[in-house]
T-cell receptor, first 111, second 114 residues
């Protein structure tokens, strides 16, 4: 079936470094892709989204890149901070907000 | 504007009991989605509702699970005769009318079946 998956289950970075979290998807018909941050015991928090007709979108300290040729999505976090430590999920959607989530990547930021 | 409110935050049920999970969407939001999350896994879509209508329940188990979103009051996810495998975090999200709009998630209800 169609699914969204992640390459790395855990990513450890030094505070101040840039982080890159990757995601592979299989449904080429998805209209948009979203990155969520989930802290322990909390619900997913929207970070940034990107439409399928775009290849790059920037937010505050975050950039999402979409490569439709290889069905790859990435989230770049600049100057990673301890508060960025969480599990990050990519999700794909189309039409209404029925989202297909990946398994998640745990980001650990070390001082 | 309060966010999506879910209650209870934690729910413990014995096998065979019923579990009722409530979700109050954000003000102005008429679309509600329920997701289930097992430990160390991503969220899995269960059901999508609009007021008084189930739009897509393709992710709901065929038995014991039901959902509603009445004209007045919160959305309810009901699990009858719970089993240990139902233990999970259940998240509700809401969005305003329109396609592709951002969905806001609640803090979830953590169901433990003992």
């Amino acid at each position: 079936g169609e699914s969204v998956g992640l390459h790395l289950p855990t990513l450890s970075v030094q505070e101040g470094d840039n982080s890159i979290i990757n995601c592979a998807y299989s449904n080429s018909a998805s209209d948009y892709f979203i990155w969520y941050k989930q802290e322990s015991g909390k619900g997913p928090q929207f970070i940034i989204d990107i439409r399928s007709n775009m290849d790059k979108r920037q937010g505050q300290r975050v950039t999402v890149l979409l490569n439709k040729t290889v069905k790859h999505l990435s989230l770049q976090i600049a100057a990673t901070q301890p508060g960025d430590s969480a599990v990050y999920f990519c999700a794909e959607g189309g039409g209404y907000n029925k989202l297909i989530f990946g398994a998640g990547t745990r980001l650990a930021v070390h001082p | 504007n309060a966010g999506v409110m879910q209650n209870p935050r934690h729910l413990v049920r014995r096998r065979g009991q019923e579990a009722r999970l409530r979700c109050s969407p954000m003000k102005g939001h008429s679309h509600v989605y329920w997701y289930r999350q097992l430990p160390e896994e991503g969220l899995k879509f269960m059901v999508y509702l609009q007021k008084e209508n189930i739009i897509d329940e393709s992710g709901m188990p065929k038995e014991r699970f039901s959902a509603e979103f009445p004209k007045e009051g919160p959305s309810i996810l009901r699990i009858q005769q719970v089993v240990r495998g139902d233990s999970a975090a259940y998240f509700c999200a809401s969005s305003p009318p329109g396609q592709g709009t951002e969905a806001f998630f609640g803090q979830g209800t953590r169901l433990t079946v003992v």
